[in-house]
């Protein structure tokens, strides 16, 4: 299974509707809790006019592929102007969610260096998403033998021109981008254009102290020693009233 497969066909549809002259929407969702676990929603949102020209938007993205890849292919919903088709795949483990972040983007793709870290100290557990959003080369570097043998041509150079003649706009405009990161209690949204000259940094953090663990822990500690101490106390107690009375009885005899 190739692992740039939910890029390539997320972008076969998309260089389709482009070529119609229509808009579309890519939306990423990252979640991830303090445990490090979490999920991964990659959506594409098309317009009426970009619906009808795709057709089935499960088909157009090759859900079967989708799916023996492990992602899990949610049916389409209408939401606005625009109709979603989403696949996600969840993770156990922040290195799992950047292996997947990987699979979803390639080397060449717009999130670069992406990486979800956690980390359990003594006295905080925190977790965060790092990295960069970089569509500077723009839908250019979605370019590859797969996808250009899938349209008869040049996927980097060629077609894309003959969609800016007919359309007198740059197919680039025609795409927008949102990257979604919730981490722990923190949210943030990031936008980005394929005409962008400027990367954008990626940081999301939260954390989550100790202190009322630790002071848990601290009295149930104090608790079971004072437990322990009144059992000792009694149990010493005991002891010396036997041997009183045992010597009280031997002075009677």
Known sequence: MNRRLPRVVALLALVIVIAAGCRVQIETQIDV????????????????????RV????QALSADDLVAAG??????????????????HSFATPEEGT?????????????????????????????????????????VMFGDAQLAAAL????????????????????????????????GSSAKSYNASFTDTDTQMVKVGSSKGKFFQILETLFVLALVGMTAA????????????????MHSRGRRW
């Open 99 to 139: 292996a997947l972040l990987a699979q979803l983007s390639g080397p060449d793709g717009p999130y670069r260096d992406m990486l979800i870290k956690r980390s359990d100290g003594v006295f905080s557990t925190s977790v965060k998403v790092t990295g960069q959003i970089d569509t500077t080369a723009g839908l």
């Open 71 to 88: 992602w899990e292919v949610d049916a389409a919903s209408k939401e606005g102007d625009l109709t979603w088709i989403r696949v996600h």
């Open 33 to 52: 809790g303090l445990d490090g676990k979490g999920t991964i929603t990659q959506g594409i949102g098309f317009d009426d006019a970009a619906l009808k």
């Open 152 to 183: 008869g041509g040049d996927a980097s150079g060629g077609l894309l021109a003959k969609i800016e003649a007919e359309e007198k706009a740059p197919p680039a405009s025609m795409v927008d981008l949102t990257l979604v990161v919730n981490a």
């Open 230 to 245: 009144v059992f000792g106390l009694r149990y010493r107690k005991r002891r010396l009233r036997t041997r009183r009375r």
């Open 55 to 58: 057709g089935d938007p499960a």
